[in-house]
């Protein structure tokens, strides 16, 4: 039985992986490419499983494919109107560029885009699934934190202060630990809405995937690195599930 505190620890966790992430960016103050696109990748395949064998399994299992197909669009409609509508500047292909007066815009836009991985994980843990909603807080951790290295590294070559930079990328998971309380409280006062939830938070997960995460790995001609990266992080994350 998940309580409120198994929740609440979870979805901090999650929330907070930005800021575990940020800290090798501290010490070391840069990082390759390859580095950078095999971690991506990574998450990338850990976050494949967890929305295409447990998040979609289950939404099918507590409604129907109609519910499903509709949860999982507006997934990927939600995401697709915060990419075309916050600017989003991709951070692992912008090192050289200078853009001082963009930074507070730069790392808002980044919040907003936690606010559907927040939901994932607060549905996830309402939905009454066992097991579910550590599993989905873990996947979306793992994505958190070469996020938090990336925007760590991006503040720090624009002058930003070390600890400034760090309390940045923490200050970004803040976002998505409030949406993940606004998902977790939802399921239990709206019907229906932990099969849609589940169903949307896969839907903005293969948005991340195949949008974001995956052409960003192949960006520096590490896509055969990236490529076994990514069935390592899915097998990973297959282990976990059948652990549970």
């Known amino acids: ?118 939901l994932s994980v607060g549905v996830s843990y309402g939905s009454g699934v066992e097991g579910l909603g550590p599993l989905i807080a873990l996947a979306i951790g793992l994505q958190n934190m070469p996020e938090g290295f990336l925007i760590a590294l991006f503040l720090i070559q624009q002058r930003v202060r070390l600890a400034v930079a760090f309390l940045i990328a923490l200050l970004t998971g803040v976002l998505e630990f409030l949406s993940s309380l606004i998902g977790y409280f939802l399921t239990n006062f709206v019907e229906g809405v932990v099969p849609f939830g589940l169903a949307f938070a896969a839907g903005s997960m293969l948005y991340i995937i195949y949008k974001e995460l995956i052409p960003e790995s192949h960006g520096d001609g590490n896509a055969l690195a990236a490529t076994y990266s990514f069935i390592l992080g899915l097998l990973a994350m297959l282990f976990l599930i059948s652990m549970f």
């Open 1 to 118: 039985m998940v309580t409120i505190t198994d929740f609440l620890i979870g979805s901090a966790i999650a929330a907070g992986a930005t800021g575990i992430g940020a800290l090798p960016a501290l010490i070391f103050k840069r990082g390759t490419h390859r580095f950078r696109d095999v971690l991506l990748a990574l998450c990338a395949g850990v976050m494949m499983a967890a929305a295409v064998f447990e998040l979609i399994p289950n939404a099918l299992v507590l409604s129907d494919f109609i519910m499903v197909t509709l949860g999982l669009l507006a997934g990927v409609v939600t995401l697709t109107l915060l990419e075309t509508t916050v600017p989003h500047h991709h951070l692992e292909h912008g090192y050289g560029v200078k853009v001082n007066k963009k930074t507070i815009l730069v790392v808002s836009a980044i919040a907003l885009h936690n606010m559907p991985e927040g």
